[in-house]
Nanobody
């Protein structure tokens, strides 16, 4: 069993910053890719940012230049630094971790990010 513990969500004013963290633990022998997704009310879940084992990062178009994904391999932790937040960034943010086998696809419980004045 693999557990993902997310933290760092909350309420922030437009233009502010937040940093999300997701720590993986349990029976995960080798992590391949890690990513953050988000889902706003009435919308489909979308990829925010992903990072490969080789530290290649990819971002959704709406967050490029504002968000930065990083990982600490020793701690099995992925981070999402979110700057210049906008009201449209409001959503539940989910951590996703993939191993090298197809069934190794794990999701966190989600953390709420609300951008509002």
């Amino acid at each position: 069993q693999v557990q993902l513990v997310e933290s760092g969500g909350g309420l922030v004013q437009p233009g502010g910053s937040l940093r999300l963290s997701c720590a993986a633990s349990g029976r995960i022998f080798s992590i391949n890719a890690m990513a953050w997704y988000r889902q706003a009310p009435g919308k489909e879940r979308e990829l925010v940012a992903g990072i490969t084992r080789g530290d290649t990062a990819d971002y959704g178009d709406s967050v490029k230049g504002r968000f930065t994904i990083s990982r600490d391999k020793a701690k099995n932790t992925v981070y999402l630094q979110m700057n210049s937040l906008k009201p449209e960034d409001t959503a539940v943010y989910y951590c996703n971790v993939k191993g090298f086998l197809a069934y190794q696809d794990y999701w966190g419980q989600g953390t709420q990010v609300t951008v509002s004045s």
